[in-house]
C-alpha cells in the first residue's frame, strides 16, 4: 500500500550547524510531496514542495532532495536556529489521486541546542 | 491575511454523543480537507470537498461526515462518539483540488470521555 514514513523519530542539533531530516516513501505513494512544520499546540506548517519531475528545490535556508530510484526525501535546514525546534512531516500525494489526499509520515521531533 | 480558522479550539463531549466541528478556509481557496491527528502520529486524511463536492474520503467509519458550504467553509460531523475518536482534528485549505499544498489551521482538541 501507499505509505511514506520518517527514519528517526528524534534529532538533536547544536545552534548554527545543518539539519538533515530523512523520509522514505513506497511505490506508488506520490507524485506530490510536501515538508510540514508543527509546533506544539499549532497545526502543521507549509516549508517547502517538491514534484517528481524535480530533484531538488531550494527555500529560505531549506532544502528538498527526491531521490526516486531509492524513493527517498530529505530536508536541509541551514545554520538551525532555536525557533525550528519542532516535528517535522513528509507529506506524500498519492499517485493518480485527482483530489489533494496527503499520507503523512509519523514525525521527526527536531532539539536545537543553544 | 486570515489562515485557516478552526472552531471550537477545544471539545469535551462523553461516549455516544455527538460533534460538529467548523471550518474557514483561506480566503480564494476553494478546497477543504480534514485530516485526524492522534498524539504521536501524523495526521490521517479524513475527507476533501471542492466547490461543496466530495473529492476523497479516508478510511473512516460512517460516523464521520461532512459538507461544504457555498462560502467554502465546512463541518466535520461525528456521531456515537467512541473514546477512540479523541484527538486533534485538522482542517486544511487549498486554493485548487489537485497538487496545491494544503494549508492547516490549528485544529479542535477533541476529548470524549
Known amino acids: 500500500g501507499e505509505s511514506v514514513g520518517l527514519h528517526l523519530p528524534t534529532l538533536s542539533v547544536q545552534e548554527g550547524d545543518n539539519s538533515i531530516i530523512n523520509c522514505a516513501y513506497s511505490?506508488?505513494?506520490?507524485?506530490?510531496f510536501i515538508w510540514y512544520k508543527q509546533e506544539s499546540g499549532k497545526g502543521p506548517q507549509f516549508i517547502i514542495d517538491?514534484?517528481?519531475?524535480?530533484d531538488k528545490r531550494q527555500g529560505q535556508r531549506v532544502t528538498v532532495l527526491l531521490n526516486k530510484t531509492v524513493k527517498h526525501l530529505s530536508l536541509q535546514i541551514a545554520a538551525t536556529q532555536p525557533g525550528d525546534s519542532a516535528v517535522y512531516f513528509c507529506?506524500?500525494?498519492?499517485?493518480?489521486?485527482?483530489?489533494?489526499?496527503?499520507?503523512f509520515g509519523t514525525g521527526t521531533s527536531l532539539t536545537v541546542i543553544p | 491575511d486570515a489562515g485557516v480558522t478552526q472552531s471550537p479550539t477545544h471539545l469535551i463531549k462523553t461516549r455516544g454523543q455527538q460533534v460538529t466541528l467548523r471550518c474557514s478556509p483561506i480566503?480564494?481557496?476553494?478546497?477543504v480537507s480534514w485530516y485526524q491527528q492522534v498524539l504521536g502520529q501524523g495526521p490521517q486524511f479524513i475527507f476533501q470537498?471542492?466547490?461543496?463536492?466530495?473529492?476523497g474520503r479516508g478510511n473512516f467509519p460512517d460516523r464521520f461526515s461532512a459538507r461544504q458550504f457555498p462560502n467554502y467553509s465546512s463541518e466535520l460531523n461525528v456521531n456515537a462518539l467512541l473514546l477512540g475518536d479523541s484527538a486533534l482534528y485538522l482542517c486544511?485549505?487549498?486554493f485548487g483540488a489537485g497538487n496545491s499544498p494544503l494549508h492547516f489551521g490549528n485544529g479542535t482538541r477533541l476529548t470524549v470521555t
Open positions: 486544511a485549505s487549498s
Open positions: 511505490n506508488s505513494a506520490s507524485d506530490y
Open positions: 517538491i514534484r517528481s519531475n524535480m
Open positions: 507529506a506524500g500525494k498519492k499517485v493518480g489521486n485527482t483530489g489533494n489526499q496527503f499520507y
Open positions: 480566503s480564494g481557496h476553494k478546497s
Open positions: 470537498y471542492y466547490e461543496k463536492e466530495e473529492r
